[in-house]
């Protein structure tokens, strides 16, 4: 019986170490190796870049949608708070800002047809120790470490709707604020 008891405390033990390290541990180091990567093939940070239109050649993230386009922005908030202005779509469209855990931290819809969709989307990203001045008409989005990703979606099916989308970058912000 002793045996068996030591044996299932080793278990449990064994478990609650994997599910702290899983839980924990692992989402974090995802997102250190996605924002290394990224920045390694020259996504620079605080500035919106779209991706190819998605094709079986240059899939990089499994399986994304081929009928999105997409834009990332990589943001740093070691010096203050990053401002995301994106505006509406006239079709299914979102922005998604995820935490250094890979989190989604913020969902928000650029749906233009839907009820109550802004002309443009603002938020404010700012760690919880940091102070955000007023931010008018932006929502606030709160992360604990200063990594953060901000990723737009838009439906573009048709090449000529993704160059649409791509012609929004421009009016599109991430910036420090």
């Known amino acids: 019986m002793r045996s068996f008891l030591t044996g299932l405390v080793a278990f449990l033990v064994t478990f609650a170490l994997a599910h702290f390290i899983v839980l924990n541990a692992v989402p974090?180091?995802?997102?250190?190796?996605?924002?290394?990567?990224?920045?390694?093939?020259?996504?620079?940070?605080?500035?919106?870049?779209?991706?190819?239109r998605v094709s079986p050649e240059n899939q990089r993230v499994v399986r994304p949608a081929p009928d999105l386009a997409y834009a990332?922005?990589?943001?740093?908030?070691?010096?203050?708070?990053?401002?995301?202005?994106?505006?509406?779509?006239?079709?299914?469209?979102?922005?998604?800002?995820?935490?250094?855990r890979t989190d989604n931290v913020y969902a928000g819809s650029l749906d233009a047809r839907a009820a109550g969709?802004?002309?443009?989307?603002?938020?404010?990203?700012?760690?919880?120790?940091?102070?955000?001045p007023a931010a008018g008409d932006a929502e606030v989005v709160r992360v604990e470490k200063p990594e953060a990703l901000a990723l737009i979606r838009r439906l573009a099916p048709t090449q000529e709707a993704y160059e649409a989308a791509a012609a929004l970058i421009p009016e599109s912000q991430c910036k420090p604020l």
């Open 28 to 52: 974090g180091k995802i997102m250190s190796k996605v924002r290394e990567r990224m920045m390694a093939g020259g996504l620079p940070t605080q500035h919106w870049q779209m991706t190819p």
């Open 72 to 100: 990332i922005c990589v943001i740093d908030l070691a010096d203050g708070p990053v401002e995301l202005d994106v505006p509406a779509w006239n079709a299914y469209g979102s922005l998604s800002v995820f935490s250094a």
């Open 117 to 132: 969709t802004p002309h443009m989307r603002r938020i404010v990203v700012a760690t919880s120790k940091q102070d955000v």
